[in-house]
């Protein structure tokens, strides 16, 4: 099937400059074609658009045509593109799509993963695999399908060389075996050259200046491509001169290199915490840093307020280096409307400003074009020349040539236990736990009086006991003491319902508010433990397949369940930066609260960036895919959900404890 | 195969994928937010509100958020309970002190949310709007409470905790849930999403 692409322009709603304008092109089948152009030229635009993902979103208006196969669809954010919590259910998501019924799944896995190399226990979690091994699992899910158009969406901007080139080798096999086309955009794309034969141009308008034959196009267009600041072959390493002049004390320029995913984000944090202790007992030692993410050091409203805050810097000096790094038209924007290279300027600029005796950054120049690249590393040297001491996690070697010091960080990340999810890890599945809870719950109402609450929470009780008996005796001790350490809180809890029951009464009859409380812990403190036995993986294959609830909005919960360990590291990190950046609040609760606000804003706008972009990954692989006549398919399990004899018997407990304290008075 | 389908039929109340997805997540994300500010806010507020546990229901509208921001964002009938069904599992999943029961408490702090934006037909998302959704929520999870947690209660202790429960649901969950929406949507993030559009 040839894809066609007749007068396509794409405006972004509320908007009147459109981001693709008035593109035409024809490709037939095994076409491979690179698509070149400056940052914001609508290559991403076009590539979603041949996939039919961004029609989803409702947030463009499109006019043209466009006809394009069943294609597969690859992001340059492996993480937030990831829906499955190992990698076995992550590749199987396009799979379960197309209702492929679940006998057959493991098979399909399995070759899927042996096509693109990945040679891991399928049950690993995706938290634990680095950034190239995500983006071959996430690849693996694609050639589940066996789409006849691949799509990369700058699929290895954020890999280092040795991950970008296996993903690479994949796409070239599937490429070899199936025949399929393939569209391709990438920032440094010299490696592609060999794979590609034609080459699209798109200027900034996002129109269409040049389509033909790589080799003729990279010759006739050469000005063209540099102007666009384009990696051009042979360019990577021109030199960045700096007129500061070192210093006697000049500081020191340290690289943190190794594979993505080998622990330098780790190192860096390792190195934080180091200073900060040291600043405290020190004083006067002032550090900056800024995190791979750099939406998260934005503070304030504009360009300006957010590369000012926490600094004691003038405006003007502000202006100067925001200039300096290409941001002067942008001093009033809101920060959040840069785009990803532009905040990680900023980024770095506020770290400058608040100058800082240390410097920590995190691959600051990933996704830059030549242009800006030379202004950061232009910066980096002058800091470095004037004293600071800069260390940086990166895999772009060309940075490498700038740094005084190469630290390698080893490549494997340590497997530990928690890195492989066993499929059956608890006999208590969800339904069991939550099913029980809540009929303790129920039950409890009908615990009236002192003689019948007292009974059920010795019942209780003493089953609890029984339970964690088993357990030590079944060698999960350790575990156990974990949680039983929040019980405290929990009986905490349970003598304040006493004493409020009591003191804010009218009758202020202790009997009734003991009783009142021992009816509350009855289903309370198994409500406590219960919880701790849920698995939301697990939870959703109930939910779905024997509650029947509606497959979509279950498999969305079960994929957001998948970020939180993301999530819960963003917050922290937020933290983090606002306390180095010394504009964090404290204090009176009404500045904690605020601060709080904040905070809470933040996590919500890197939750939703990254919610669009698992929504165009989720559709991407089908998750909204419809028969010829227009029904949606019925989506099938890779996991089948399963009772176990145990849950039946902690339903029929609970009714049990619950009809035995009600007879005992 | 892909096309431009110009005149999709489409349901105004069927939710699109990123409709489920950002909901989720955002979900999600605020389950992780309550559970960061064990460690800075509640220990602070929780001081103040020691003496006097009924004012302790001025923190109720934090946990009634999920279900006004999920509305205002994705505008369809079962937004404000898909969201905060989630954010009680997070919580649930994090470790909190009432465990399994936080489930139920979802369900009543969705209810008054779902009720009035039912009643709009989902046409009217104002910040007062909001704020009746946050506060009406707020009476069902007062009355799961009394029932609950604090069935010995004076008549007049009763009354003092349902009116801080009220104030805080229509303050901090409407109003509040409102601003983050709001704020969302000017920085950019939501221009898949109604709310995301009136802002330009």
Same mark, same amino acid.
Request: overall charge neutral; aromatic content about 8%.
């Given at each position: 099937?040839?894809?066609?692409? $007749?007068?396509?322009?794409?405006?972004?709603?509320?908007?009147?400059?459109?981001?693709?304008? *008035?593109?035409?092109?024809?490709?037939?089948?095994?076409?491979?074609?690179?698509?070149?152009?400056?940052?914001?030229?609508?290559?991403?635009?076009?590539?979603?658009?041949?996939?039919?993902?961004?029609?989803?979103?409702?947030?463009?208006?499109?006019?043209?045509?466009?006809?394009?196969?069943?294609?597969?669809?690859?992001?340059?954010?492996?993480?937030?593109?990831?829906?499955?919590?190992?990698?076995?259910?992550?590749?199987?998501?396009?799979?379960?799509?197309?209702?492929?019924?679940?006998?057959?799944?493991?098979?399909?896995?399995?070759?899927?993963?042996?096509?693109?190399?990945?040679?891991?226990?399928?049950?690993?979690?995706?938290?634990?695999?680095?950034? =190239?091994?995500?983006?071959?699992?996430?690849?693996?899910?694609?050639?589940?399908?066996?789409?006849?158009?691949?799509?990369?969406?700058?699929?290895?901007?954020?890999?280092?060389?040795?991950?970008?080139?296996?993903?690479?080798?994949?796409?070239?096999?599937?490429?070899?075996?199936?025949?399929?086309?393939?569209?391709?955009?990438?920032?440094?794309?010299?490696?592609?050259?060999?794979?590609?034969?034609?080459?699209?141009?798109?200027?900034?308008?996002?129109?269409?200046?040049?389509?033909?034959?790589?080799?003729?196009?990279?010759?006739?267009?050469?000005?063209?491509?540099?102007?666009? =600041?384009?990696?051009?072959?042979?360019?990577?390493?021109?030199?960045?001169?700096?007129?500061?002049?070192?210093?006697?004390?000049?500081?020191?320029?340290?690289?943190?290199?190794?594979?993505?995913?080998?622990?330098?984000?780790?190192?860096?944090?390792?190195?934080? /915490?180091?200073?900060?202790?040291?600043?405290?007992?020190?004083?006067?030692?002032?550090?900056?840093?800024?995190?791979?993410?750099?939406?998260?050091?934005?503070?304030?409203?504009?360009?300006?307020?957010?590369?000012?805050?926490?600094?004691?810097?003038?405006?003007?000096?502000?202006?100067?280096?925001? $200039?300096?790094?290409?941001?002067?038209?942008?001093?009033?924007?809101?920060?959040?409307?840069?785009?990803?290279?532009?905040?990680?300027?900023?980024?770095?600029?506020?770290?400058?400003?608040?100058?800082?005796?240390?410097?920590?950054?995190?691959?600051?120049?990933?996704?830059?074009?030549?242009?800006?690249?030379?202004?950061?590393?232009?910066?980096?040297?002058? &800091?470095?020349?004037?004293?600071?001491?800069?260390?940086?996690?990166?895999?772009?070697?060309?940075?490498?040539?700038?740094?005084?010091?190469?630290?390698?960080?080893?490549?494997?990340?340590?497997?530990?236990?928690?890195?492989?999810?066993? $499929?059956?890890?608890?006999?208590?599945?969800?339904?069991? /736990?939550?099913?029980?809870?809540?009929?303790?719950?129920?039950?409890?109402?009908?615990?009236?009086?002192?003689?019948?609450?007292?009974?059920?929470?010795?019942?209780?009780?003493?089953?609890?006991?029984?339970?964690?008996?088993?357990?030590?005796?079944?060698?999960?001790?350790?575990?156990?003491?974990?949680?039983?350490?929040?019980?405290?809180?929990?009986?905490?809890?349970?003598?304040?319902?006493?004493?409020?029951?009591?003191?804010?009464?009218?009758?202020?009859?202790?009997?009734?508010?003991?009783?009142?409380?021992?009816?509350?812990?009855?289903? &309370?403190?198994?409500?406590?433990?219960?919880?701790?036995?849920?698995?939301?993986?697990?939870?959703?294959?109930?939910?779905?397949?024997?509650?029947?609830?509606?497959?979509?909005?279950?498999?969305?919960?079960?994929?957001?369940?998948?970020?939180?360990?993301?999530?819960?590291?963003?917050?922290?990190?937020?933290?983090?930066?606002?306390?180095?950046?010394?504009?964090?609040?404290?204090?009176?609760?009404?500045?904690?609260?605020?601060?709080?606000? *904040?905070?809470?804003?933040?996590?919500?706008?890197?939750?939703?960036?990254? &919610?669009?972009?698992? &929504?165009?990954?989720?559709?991407?692989?089908?998750?909204?895919?419809? *028969?010829?006549?227009?029904?949606?398919?019925?989506?099938?399990?890779?996991?089948?959900?399963?009772?176990?004899?145990?849950?039946?018997?902690?339903?029929?407990?609970?009714?049990?404890?619950?009809?035995?304290?009600?007879?005992?008075? | 195969?892909?096309?431009?389908?110009?005149?999709?039929?489409?349901?105004?109340?069927?939710?699109?994928?990123?409709?489920?997805?950002?909901?989720?997540?955002?979900?999600?994300?605020?389950?992780?937010?309550?559970?960061?500010?064990?460690?800075?806010?509640?220990?602070?507020?929780?001081?103040?509100? #020691?003496?006097?546990?009924?004012?302790? +229901?001025?923190?109720?509208?934090?946990?009634?958020?999920?279900?006004?921001?999920?509305?205002?964002?994705?505008?369809?009938?079962?937004?404000?309970?898909?969201? +905060?069904?989630?954010?009680?599992?997070? +919580?649930?999943?994090?470790?909190?002190?009432?465990?399994?029961?936080?489930?139920?408490? #979802?369900?009543?702090?969705?209810?008054?949310? +779902?009720?009035?934006?039912?009643?709009?037909?989902?046409?009217?998302?104002?910040?007062?709007?909001?704020?009746?959704?946050?506060?009406?929520?707020?009476?069902?999870?007062?009355?799961?409470?009394?029932? #609950?947690?604090?069935?010995?209660?004076?008549?007049?202790?009763?009354?003092?905790?349902?009116?801080?429960?009220?104030?805080?649901?229509?303050?901090?969950?409407?109003?509040?849930?409102?601003?983050?929406?709001?704020?969302?949507?000017?920085?950019?993030?939501?221009?898949?999403?109604?709310?995301?559009?009136?802002?330009?």
């Amino acid at each position: 099937m040839n894809i066609v692409v $007749e007068r396509l322009s794409v405006v972004p709603f509320g908007e009147t400059t459109p981001v693709l304008d *008035d593109v035409s092109f024809n490709v037939s089948p095994g076409e491979r074609i690179l698509l070149l152009g400056p940052s914001g030229a609508g290559k991403s635009t076009l590539l979603l658009t041949l996939s039919g993902a961004l029609q989803t979103l409702e947030s463009h208006v499109f006019s043209g045509e466009v006809v394009a196969p069943a294609s597969g669809l690859l992001l340059q954010n492996a993480i937030d593109a990831s829906v499955g919590n190992t990698i076995f259910r992550d590749v199987a998501f396009g799979a379960e799509s197309a209702g492929i019924e679940t006998a057959r799944m493991s098979e399909l896995v399995t070759s899927a993963l042996k096509q693109t190399g990945l040679d891991l226990p399928q049950h690993r979690t995706i938290a634990t695999l680095s950034g =190239g091994q995500l983006q071959r699992a996430i690849l693996s899910g694609l050639l589940t399908l066996s789409p006849k158009l691949l799509l990369l969406d700058e699929p290895t901007s954020m890999l280092d060389e040795g991950s970008a080139a296996q993903v690479r080798e994949a796409v070239a096999l599937y490429l070899a075996e199936s025949g399929a086309t393939l569209l391709v955009a990438e920032h440094i794309f010299e490696p592609w050259l060999p794979l590609v034969q034609r080459v699209i141009v798109l200027d900034s308008a996002g129109r269409i200046i040049a389509d033909g034959p790589s080799a003729q196009i990279l010759r006739s267009h050469r000005a063209e491509l540099e102007s666009f =600041g384009l990696w051009l072959p042979g360019s990577a390493s021109f030199a960045v001169e700096s007129e500061v002049a070192p210093t006697a004390n000049r500081g020191s320029l340290v690289a943190l290199v190794g594979p993505s995913g080998s622990g330098k984000t780790t190192w860096l944090n390792g190195k934080l /915490a180091e200073l900060q202790a040291a600043a405290q007992t020190e004083g006067n030692r002032r550090i900056g840093w800024s995190p791979q993410n750099a939406a998260l050091t934005i503070a304030g409203n504009t360009v300006l307020a957010s590369a000012l805050a926490g600094t004691q810097a003038a405006d003007t000096e502000a202006a100067a280096l925001l $200039e300096r790094l290409g941001l002067v038209s942008h001093l009033n924007q809101d920060p959040h409307q840069l785009s990803g290279g532009e905040q990680r300027r900023l980024a770095l600029a506020s770290a400058l400003l608040a100058q800082p005796d240390t410097l920590l950054l995190d691959e600051p120049t990933v996704g830059q074009d030549t242009f800006n690249w030379a202004k950061i590393v232009h910066e980096l040297v002058a &800091a470095r020349n004037r004293g600071m001491s800069i260390f940086i996690a990166t895999h772009d070697s060309a940075l490498l040539a700038y740094a005084d010091e190469v630290l390698e960080i080893p490549a494997e990340i340590a497997v530990t236990e928690n890195a492989l999810v066993k $499929e059956r890890r608890t006999v208590l599945t969800p339904l069991g /736990a939550i099913g029980s809870g809540l009929l303790l719950l129920a039950g409890s109402f009908w615990l009236r009086s002192p003689g019948q609450a007292l009974a059920g929470v010795a019942t209780i009780v003493i089953l609890a006991a029984l339970v964690l008996c088993f357990a030590v005796l079944a060698g999960k001790g350790k575990k156990l003491k974990s949680n039983l350490s929040g019980l405290r809180w929990v009986l905490l809890g349970l003598g304040s319902v006493f004493l409020t029951n009591w003191l804010l009464s009218d009758s202020h009859d202790a009997v009734q508010a003991a009783t009142t409380s021992a009816r509350i812990a009855f289903f &309370a403190l198994p409500a406590y433990l219960l919880a701790r036995l849920i698995d939301p993986a697990e939870m959703g294959d109930q939910f779905g397949q024997i509650l029947r609830l509606p497959a979509r909005p279950v498999v969305a919960a079960m994929v957001a369940f998948t970020k939180l360990q993301q999530l819960n590291q963003t917050w922290v990190q937020l933290a983090q930066v606002r306390k180095v950046r010394g504009i964090a609040r404290g204090g009176s609760p009404i500045a904690r609260i605020a601060e709080a606000k *904040d905070m809470t804003f933040g996590l919500l706008v890197s939750a939703t960036r990254g &919610a669009t972009q698992t &929504a165009i990954s989720m559709e991407a692989r089908g998750f909204s895919a419809t *028969d010829e006549s227009g029904h949606r398919l019925r989506r099938s399990w890779a996991v089948p959900a399963r009772i176990s004899w145990l849950d039946i018997a902690a339903w029929g407990s609970a009714i049990a404890v619950t009809v035995a304290a009600v007879l005992f008075a | 195969m892909t096309t431009i389908n110009k005149n999709a039929p489409k349901s105004a109340f069927a939710w699109r994928t990123v409709d489920l997805v950002t909901a989720a997540i955002v979900a999600v994300a605020l389950g992780v937010a309550f559970w960061g500010y064990d460690v800075f806010v509640y220990p602070a507020v929780g001081a103040f509100t #020691a003496f006097y546990p009924p004012i302790g +229901e001025l923190q109720l509208g934090v946990w009634i958020l999920p279900a006004v921001v999920g509305m205002v964002l994705v505008r369809k009938p079962g937004a404000a309970l898909f969201t +905060e069904l989630i954010a009680a599992n997070v +919580e649930l999943l994090l470790g909190n002190t009432w465990g399994i029961t936080v489930l139920v408490s #979802a369900l009543a702090q969705a209810a008054g949310v +779902e009720i009035i934006f039912a009643l709009l037909r989902y046409k009217k998302f104002s910040i007062g709007w909001a704020a009746l959704g946050g506060a009406f929520s707020a009476v069902f999870e007062v009355f799961y409470e009394y029932y #609950a947690w604090v069935p010995d209660y004076s008549v007049i202790n009763k009354l003092i905790y349902m009116l801080c429960g009220v104030i805080s649901g229509a303050v901090i969950a409407g109003a509040g849930g409102w601003a983050l929406v709001q704020s969302m949507a000017k920085a950019g993030a939501l221009s898949a999403f109604a709310a995301g559009r009136e802002t330009k």
